[in-house]
């Protein structure tokens, strides 16, 4: 490879690698090829990539590269034919200068490429993922728009890699062994370009990854692959061998972003990408296509969809990853196994989690809330469920908060021994060094760099020196010294700031004040200053370069800050926002405010006018189209107090309103062009005119006329022009992106969207006061078309200070430099050459301002993607040496200047609403002044109004006004109450939400807590004792016993019983078929039997009738052997075999197998559960529903006990009223010394009617609020008074009416109080005056009193037992509630118990479920592919017993024949020949209803084909014989029939070998589905035992739940040395009836001992008597087969087959051919008919021919005699003319040829006719085709 240093022989240039590009280097290609590539290795480049880096590549300097940072070496050429992609050469690098793009300049400029040079980056993009990679202990790489970045963090030292697309990096990578790193760009189809390190040469390429960026890239941890992924639109995922330049994979990665992708560290085949909502997980597989890159999406499950930024691989195939609310997620294969998070449910961070780590055992996360937490990596590896909300706990092992506001977006580990120090990159803005070894001396995070974070708004550079000013959305303003290449200071604010403009000299003479405008609309002056020069104090902290303070701060808008401008002379600053204001004050004094104007649109830029323009003026620029100018505002002394607006009013503003006039542009250059193109074809024209005069003057033919002009010059006249481009003015105004004036009224803008691409000039109209300005339309009268902006407009433009410089910020972050002449910055007539350079990011990077600086030899650019560079101006000015910018000193006495308050609020009013509020309220204190006054005067009428009414009052009544006389005008009072009434209404209207709201929230109350209950408490107390008794509080019955669910764990029966049933199905719908069939043949037999017989098929029939009966007499005789060898058969079916086993015995072992069992413990670990005792959710929530309705219906009927009981108590203490007030009653008629004490009416008790509680009426509200105003009046009032006054007022504050009291009473206690009323009747007090009583009436007295004392004594009596009775059934209730407790408490001990159960069971029902249906799966499978083995098996015996019978029917056939034959038969060996000769034939055509004729050419073809079968196996033959012909003396019945058998043999024999290919596809497919059996069998017994051990890990989880039962100590049997140990942990518990269930089993077991023994010893000896009795009747069997055997030989000769013997005694193949034959004869004998009666009547029609001809001869004769008669009169007349008639006619001659041949014609068909009857009386014959002659033509015989 040629060195960087040899010389080259092309003048410095090294090959280029496109070969057809420019021939000048050739040579040099053919000379470096040879040291470009190794030995045995061939040149790799695609003509794709040469062509590309051809058309990439522009004019460059060394100068340029070199101070870039590049490297200049040639790049050798390769060969052009390179058919293969070999192994790139490791020595070969790319040459950096061919690579990279460098700045482009105008064609025909002559500006240099090192125009401007950079010389230094400010920036970072520390929102952009990966973007902080570490090269070497002291080496980071980052990107920067254009450029890559390598920052020596130590020295602070950079150098530069520029682009090679131009067009922007979109990611890097580092190698693992930091040699070489990777550069993914941006562009149209980027490259991936491998840089060695530190040489930071070009070491590959790679190309086509992806189709406009790439996202991300990643080396594997070998370093031999890179993994890339593509943005928008392909999103794809490149695996590439990058060291030979090739792709291996490649695949779409997702639809939507991606955000990283990465390799597995431990296994390199995987891969994991995650991005926008998604993660997915990748396999490098060899497929049988090769190999592949599949693709496994992650499922979220249950959890929400999340963007997901950090994952990390863990060594077992996991994968950890963060999520978008700061939980962990822990991927197993592409499902969640778990998610992660701190106790408490908080989160592991607060917000996404960026990164994350493994490293030393210790997992590692970033989080954007600026924290790094160390996790255990034991604790995440083996998380797991423990619950259904899919959680799991765990807390960090050590954390570190790095600082406020931080936002980690990704963390490197540094390579330094002994230290665990890590770079962070923050988003907010900076790069941290971080020390995360945890330990006593771990030192505090380092802050190394600190960026702008976001875009960056505004920039401005000081007048004096090198120093600039930025400012950011990220709250901060800093301050640069861009010569030395540091930053001086920082300032942090509440607000982003928007606008920067740097204080002219001629208001700050040292240009030590900055002014910023920020995004809440304040507008802050700072004030730089070196605070070295200040005096310095003891114990000052460490002096810094510069320092900033706060000067003025004001708040002049209300939307962000867009534009800050100062006057030419530095006495009015105005500030643009986008509220639509532009604000003026006054700098002079103090910023004080002057006024604002109001403009129709969002100010975009403002500019005063140069001091070349005569006045003073501002241009206005706005986002929407308007440019305004306004005059300087005149400053006025007026008292700030006596401002009421500072609006300006009747501004003498000039506005111009942009109109597209893009179309008509270029509708205008487009005439031009033609114009041009007509002019030169015109000129054309006119020189070929010329040259053909002269043409016709050297040949003297005179001048040339315009007809004899050539025809193309006509054509081109005649072409019709393309129509212009139409004029189109888009529906929304492109944006106006900045301006400047080019004179008084004049101005050049640059327009965005469809208006780029050029810059306009304008001119503002005329001043027309109270114009409008929407309606205004105005174009630019002048444009300047600035080229390849027509998508990529300028965004700023600024000028250097000498004017002689236009530089221009575009959109897509590129820098365009136009150098003008001197006087051109107004008209730009000079705007051609240019300088272009993309420096920030093409996507997201436009630029947001720039300029030079002072002295116009640096360019400061800042963009929107964080980054500022700054760059050198011409390449004549090097700053050699690192120069330091002078920092203004302070002013006097700076130190001691107090700063103004901040505005920090940024609600706060801004200047005008500040002023507008303090006048409104102004405004209202004198409103509420004049209101006062008006209410006092009100209040004196009033009073005087009062004072009236009451001197009226003390008027006489006669003389008193009525109130309706006070009232002026009754419509006053009217309107007062529509107005009371309309005022109620909207009071309810306004209440009405309240109102629905609580009674919506009353019934969500009363469905939540009534609706569900059924029986509230109800508490019946006793009245004579302390007992009380209280209901069940029952709710209604639980979802458990209502719903009853099916049970997915049971086993779902096969398809067998359905095939069973479509069997059955289908046989019967075969029954009915031929049933149907049947009747169809009998309706045509019917058919048949309709028309005449005639006697020869009377013969036929009457032979069919025969045979038919000897064929069932035959039949007979074999279905009766057949009947004999079936019970043969059954008998041999039914002897047991030697291994037979009784069913019932068998059944007997397998109940005792089921019934003994395994005893095991359920605990044991081998303990198997039976089929039966599985247990599943739905079993256990039955289970659970039973116990919850037993309990519920012996709660309610406990509940109606009780209420039952309480009605009674309302029965009794209604009956005790009445019975109280009779005493009452009574006791008034007796003395008081007899009087009994009344009895205590027992108390109803609100516990006891708990329903009135919700029963009230307006009385009790009232009361109810009455009660509450009292308790809050009466806030410490004791309980025990509450409680006393609720129980003396019965119901508290719901007292009942006495309707409601009234129902409590019943019909037994009111007949009770009508009949003891009944017994007195009490006397009417009389008012008559007092007498002593007589002696009867002192008797009746004495009675009555007796009376009533004894029914007093009664109704006491009576209340006692009312009151003992319903005590004692409140004791006997109670009793009985108190044994149902305990069962309650028993049943409620077993709820828990289930509910504990089932919750469990649940748990494992999932997986149940699946294992159960993969068990069910694979069971239906076995059983369907059993049912298929079943079925074709029997297919096979079915088969097989075809196959024997056609054996059967071919043994017969021989059998039948040779039965046939007889004995002694010498022609048998050649019927048996033709018998068995075997013959080739066509199949048959099975085609029913042919004519005879289709039969006929049937049976001669089948005899064809036999005739040529004979004749090729008789080549095979010793002797050759005819079998077509009898031999004589042979009888041709046997022939024919032995033709017969013949065919029927072969057809049985095709039979046969049709059913064997069946046999043998069967077996075949009986052996393939008795394989899958095995292996469905296997994996059955696979899946039943991991559903059998699933099973049993339920169980033992069960067993582990805790079972509460209460035992009294005489349950307990177990004791130790007498005593109830303390420990019963190894205790079993039993019922009684399972204790002597067992206890009662060992008596049975015995028992059945015995019995089985019995039984054994009966068994063995029937046993020997069969055994003797079997060798008995074998020898009995033995003498009858010889006795028949004796018979037979004695009978017949020999022993024969008796069965064959039967079968053959009626040949019926020979008398169906019998009947064959005779029905063929009968046919022929109708065909001979026929032809018969045809040759008569061919016959009759040669008579009359022949006849017709004689007659025709007569003629003929009659005319030859008179024409002979005639000739001999002519001869007597002219004896010279009758020689030509005598000698015969040649017609005569062919007429008579004619008939003979006619007659010999019909005499030939006539013999082959008769030959053809014969041939057809014979089987054998063969018929010949008809013989064809040519047809006579008997027409010219007729003719003639």
Request: proline share 4%; glycine share 4%; hydrophobic share 35%.
């Amino acid at each position: 490879m040629k060195d960087p240093d040899d010389p080259d022989t092309e003048g410095g240039k090294s090959g280029s690698k496109s070969e057809g590009k420019q021939s000048s280097r050739s040579q040099a290609q053919d000379d470096n090829t040879d040291d470009l590539y190794t030995e045995e290795e061939e040149s790799y480049l695609s003509d794709e990539f040469d062509e590309e880096d051809m058309e990439e590549s522009f004019r460059s300097t060394p100068d340029y590269f070199q101070s870039t940072g590049g490297t200049l070496e040639p790049l050798p050429a390769v060969k052009e034919d390179s058919e293969e992609h070999l192994k790139m050469s490791e020595s070969f690098f790319y040459n950096y200068s061919e690579l990279v793009a460098p700045p482009t300049v105008s064609p025909e400029s002559k500006l240099p490429l090192d125009f401007l040079v950079l010389e230094h980056s400010f920036g970072y993009d520390c929102k952009k993922r990966a973007n902080l990679l570490l090269l070497d202990s002291s080496t980071v790489l980052y990107i920067a728009g254009n450029q890559l970045v390598l920052l020596d963090f130590k020295t602070k030292e950079q150098m530069y890699l520029q682009s090679s697309s131009g067009q922007g990096i979109g990611a890097i990578g580092v190698h693992p062994e930091k040699t070489y790193f990777a550069v993914a760009e941006k562009g149209s189809f980027p490259k991936i370009i491998i840089y060695a390190y530190p040489s930071l040469k070009p070491y590959r390429i790679l190309r086509d990854g992806t189709e406009n960026a790439y996202a991300y890239v990643n080396f594997n941890s070998a370093g031999t692959l890179l993994a890339s992924v593509g943005c928008h639109p392909d999103y794809k995922i490149t695996i590439w061998n990058w060291r030979d330049e090739l792709p291996i994979l490649r695949t779409k990665a997702f639809s939507q972003d991606v955000f990283k992708v990465t390799f597995n560290p431990e296994d390199e085949e995987q891969l994991t990408t995650a991005g926008s909502g998604h993660i997915k997980f990748w396999t490098m597989a060899y497929t049988f296509t090769g190999l592949k890159l599949q693709g496994s999406l992650g499922r979220f499950g249950k959890t929400a969809t999340t963007d997901i930024e950090g994952y990390t691989e863990l060594p077992d195939g996991k994968v950890l990853s963060g999520s978008e609310w700061g939980n962990l997620l822990l991927w197993d294969g592409s499902l969640i196994k778990v998610e992660l998070c701190r106790i408490g449910m908080k989160p592991c961070h607060q917000g996404p989690i960026n990164q994350i780590m493994l490293d030393e055992g210790e997992v590692i996360t970033a989080g954007s809330d600026g924290c790094i937490r160390i996790w255990d990596f034991e604790t995440i590896d083996t998380a797991d469920i423990v619950d259904e909300s899919g959680l799991l706990e765990i807390e960090p092992i050590n954390e570190l908060q790095v600082d406020k506001n931080v936002n980690l977006f990704s963390l490197i580990k540094m390579s330094e021994i002994g230290n665990n120090y890590w770079l962070a990159q923050d988003a907010s803005g900076a790069i941290w060094k971080l020390d995360l070894s945890f330990s006593n001396i771990t030192q505090d995070p380092e802050c190394l760099f600190s960026f702008h974070s976001g875009p960056i708004e505004a920039l401005a550079i000081s007048p004096l020196t090198y120093i600039m000013a930025t400012t950011a959305l990220d709250c901060s303003v800093r301050i640069y010294d861009f010569a030395s290449k540091t930053l001086l200071i920082q300032m942090k604010f509440k607000q982003g700031g928007t606008s920067l403009a740097w204080v002219p000299q001629s208001v700050s003479f040292s240009a030590s004040q900055i002014i910023i405008g920020f995004e809440d609309g304040v507008v802050r002056i700072l004030e730089l200053y070196d605070p070295k020069g200040l005096t310095i104090f003891a114990g000052r902290k460490k002096v810094l370069d510069a320092e900033l303070q706060l000067k003025y701060v004001f708040k002049p808008h209300t939307a962000e800050v867009t534009a800050l401008a100062y006057e030419r002379e530095g006495e009015i600053l105005a500030t643009g926002s986008k509220d639509k204001t532009v604000f003026f004050f006054n700098v002079e004094k103090d910023y004080k405010p002057i006024g604002y104007l109001n403009t129709p649109g969002p100010v975009r830029q403002l500019m005063w006018s140069p001091a070349s323009h005569p006045e003073s003026t501002i241009l206005i620029i706005c986002e929407n189209g308007y440019i305004l100018e306004s005059p300087c505002p005149t400053i006025e002394n007026i008292d700030d107090h006596d401002v009421v607006s500072y609006e300006i009013q009747d501004a003498l503003l000039r506005c111009f309103h942009f109109t597209s006039v893009k179309s008509k542009i270029l509708r205008l250059l487009e005439i031009k062009r033609r114009e041009r193109q007509k002019e030169l074809k015109e000129k054309e024209k006119a020189a070929r005119r010329m040259r053909l005069a002269l043409e016709r003057e050297e040949a003297g033919e005179g001048e040339v006329l315009e007809e004899e002009l050539p025809e193309e010059e006509e054509e081109d006249e005649e072409e019709e022009e393309a129509p212009l481009p139409e004029i189109f003015i888009p529906a929304r105004p492109s944006p106006v992106l900045c301006g400047f004036y080019s004179g008084p009224g004049k101005f050049w803008v640059s327009l965005g969207h469809y208006d780029s691409g050029f810059l306009y000039h304008c001119q503002f109209p005329p001043y027309v006061s109270g114009s409008d300005f929407q309606k205004q339309k105005d174009e630019a009268f002048d444009f300047r078309r600035l080229e390849n902006t027509d998508d990529n407009p300028v965004q700023t433009i600024s000028f250097s200070n000498k004017k002689t410089m236009m530089f221009c910020g575009m959109r897509n972050g590129a820098i365009r430099l136009y150098v003008l002449s001197e006087g051109d910055d107004s008209s730009l007539v000079s705007l051609k050459d240019y300088w272009h350079f993309n420096v920030h990011d093409n996507n997201y990077g436009y630029i947001k301002s720039l300029a030079s600086s002072f002295d116009d030899k640096f360019l400061v650019t800042v963009g929107a993607d964080s980054n500022i560079f700054v760059f050198n101006i011409a390449a004549g000015f090097l700053v050699k040496k690192r120069v330091k910018a002078k920092v203004p000193s302070p002013r006097l006495g700076i130190e001691l200047e107090f700063s103004p308050d901040d505005i920090e609020d940024p609600k706060a009013y801004s200047i005008e609403n500040a002023r507008r509020k303090r006048e409104h309220d102004k405004l209202m204190k004198e409103v509420e002044e004049i209101k006062a006054k008006k209410r006092e005067h009100i209040r004196a009428l009033r009073n005087e109004f009062l004072n009236l009414l009451t001197m009226n009052k003390e008027l006489p009544v006669h003389m008193q006004f009525k109130r309706t006389d006070f009232n002026i005008d009754a419509k006053i009072h009217a309107d007062i109450n529509k107005h009371t009434i309309f005022k109620m209404t909207k009071v309810e209207n306004e209440l009405a939400w309240e109102k629905q709201k609580y009674e919506l929230g009353l019934k969500k109350l009363q469905s939540r807590f009534r609706d569900p209950l059924e029986n509230d408490i109800v508490i019946v107390y006793a009245i004579q004792s302390d007992h009380q008794i209280a209901s069940y509080r029952l709710v209604k019955p639980s979802k458990y016993s209502k719903i009853k669910r099916q049970s997915q764990s049971e086993r779902r029966a096969s398809k067998v019983e359905r095939f069973e049933k479509e069997g059955s199905r289908k046989e019967s719908q075969k029954e009915q078929g031929a049933s149907v069939s049947t009747r169809e043949e009998s309706i045509v037999d019917k058919g048949k039997k309709g028309r005449p017989r005639t006697l020869s098929e009377i013969m036929v029939e009457n032979q069919i009738e025969k045979t038919k009966k000897i064929v069932q007499q035959a039949d007979r005789a074999q279905l009766k052997i057949l009947q004999r060898r079936k019970e043969w058969e059954e008998l041999y079916k039914s002897k047991p075999d030697d291994d037979y086993e009784d069913p019932k015995d068998v059944q007997a072992i397998k109940e005792a197998q089921t019934c003994m069992g395994d005893f095991n413990l359920k605990t044991a670990p081998d303990y198997k559960i039976p089929e039966h005792m599985r247990i599943n959710a739905a079993k256990k929530e039955e289970e659970l529903g039973v116990l919850d309705s037993m309990a519920y219906g012996k709660k309610r009927y406990m509940n109606k006990c009780i209420l039952s009981l309480r009605d009674l108590k309302l029965a009794v203490v209604e009956e005790i009223q009445c019975v109280v007030q009779e005493l009452k009653n009574i006791q008034l008629s007796i003395p008081a010394s007899k009087h009994v004490p009344l009895p205590q009416v027992p108390q109803i008790y609100p516990e006891e009617v708990p329903e009135r509680r919700f029963q009230y009426d307006e009385e009790t509200l009232l009361r109810f609020k009455r009660k509450q105003q009292k308790r809050e009046d009466e806030p410490h009032a004791s309980k025990q008074t509450i409680s006393g006054s609720i129980g003396g007022g019965g119901l508290g504050f719901l007292k009942l009416s006495s309707g409601k009291e009234g129902d409590l009473t019943t019909r037994d206690s009111l007949s009770r109080s009508s009949k003891a009323s009944a017994f007195l009747e009490l006397p009417k007090s009389l008012e008559f005056e007092k007498a002593e009583p007589s002696e009867v009436e002192m008797e009746i007295i004495k009675r009555n009193e007796v009376k009533h004392l004894y029914m007093q004594q009664y109704l006491c009596n009576r209340i006692k037992e009312l009151t003992m009775t319903f005590d004692a059934e409140l004791h006997l209730l109670r009793h009985r509630k108190l044994k149902l407790d305990t069962k309650m408490k028993l049943s409620d001990l077993h709820h828990v118990t289930l509910f504990q159960e089932m919750l469990l069971l649940k748990n494992f029902e999932k997986q149940e479920n699946i294992l159960q249906e993969r068990v069910n799966s694979l069971d239906k499978e076995e059983q369907d592919m059993q049912w298929k083995i079943n079925e074709t098996l029997k297919e096979m015996e079915e088969k097989k017993n075809e196959i024997n019978r056609l054996q059967e029917q071919e043994k017969a056939l021989y059998a039948g024949f040779q039965s046939a034959l007889g004995e002694n038969n010498k022609f048998a060996n050649f019927l048996m020949k033709v018998l068995k000769k075997k013959i080739k034939r066509a199949k048959k055509k099975e085609v029913e209803g042919d004519a005879e004729e289709d039969e006929e050419s049937e049976e001669s073809s089948e005899e064809e084909s036999s005739l040529e079968s004979d004749e090729d196996a008789s080549g095979s033959e010793d002797e050759v014989f005819d079998d077509s012909i009898c031999p004589t003396n042979c009888d041709e019945n046997l022939f024919e029939l032995a033709l017969q058998l013949r065919e029927k043999r072969l057809d049985i024999e095709e039979a046969l070998v049709e059913e064997k290919k069946i046999v043998d596809n069967l077996k075949k497919e009986y052996d393939t589905i008795s394989k899958k059996v095995k292996v469905v069998a296997t994996n059955l017994n696979a899946a039943e035992e991991a559903l059998e051990a699933y099973q049993r890990e339920k169980q033992q989880r069960l067993n582990e739940l805790l079972v509460v039962i209460p035992l009294k100590l005489h349950q307990i049997e177990y004791m130790v040395f007498g005593e109830v140990p303390n420990d019963l942990s190894g205790t079993l518990v039993f019922s009684n009836h399972s204790l002597s269930r067992l206890q009662e089993r060992i008596v049975q077991l015995h028992d059945e001992n015995i019995k089985q023994q019995k039984l054994n010893k009966e068994c063995r000896e029937r046993r020997k008597v069969l055994i003797r009795e079997k060798r008995e009747m074998a020898k009995t069997i033995l003498k009858m087969e010889e006795t028949v055997r004796d018979l037979m030989i004695s009978k017949f000769g020999r022993v024969i087959n008796l069965e064959a013997l039967q079968t053959l005694s009626v040949n019926s193949t020979l008398e169906e051919l019998k009947i064959k034959k005779l029905r063929k004869e009968i046919a022929n004998a109708k065909e001979l008919r026929m032809w018969e009666e045809k040759i008569a009547q061919v016959r009759w029609e040669l008579m009359m021919k022949t006849k017709e001809h004689t007659r025709k001869l007569h003629q003929m004769n009659d005319l030859v005699v008179e024409k002979k008669k005639l000739d001999s009169r002519l001869n007597t007349l002219q004896n010279q003319q009758g020689n030509a008639f005598q000698g015969p006619r040649k017609a005569d001659e062919v007429a008579k040829r004619k008939v003979m041949e006619l007659v010999q014609l019909q005499s030939e068909k006539i013999l082959a006719l008769k030959e053809e009857i014969a041939v057809l009386r014979k089987k054998g014959g063969l018929i010949l085709p008809p013989i064809i002659h040519p047809q006579v033509d008997e027409t010219n015989l007729t003719d003639e």
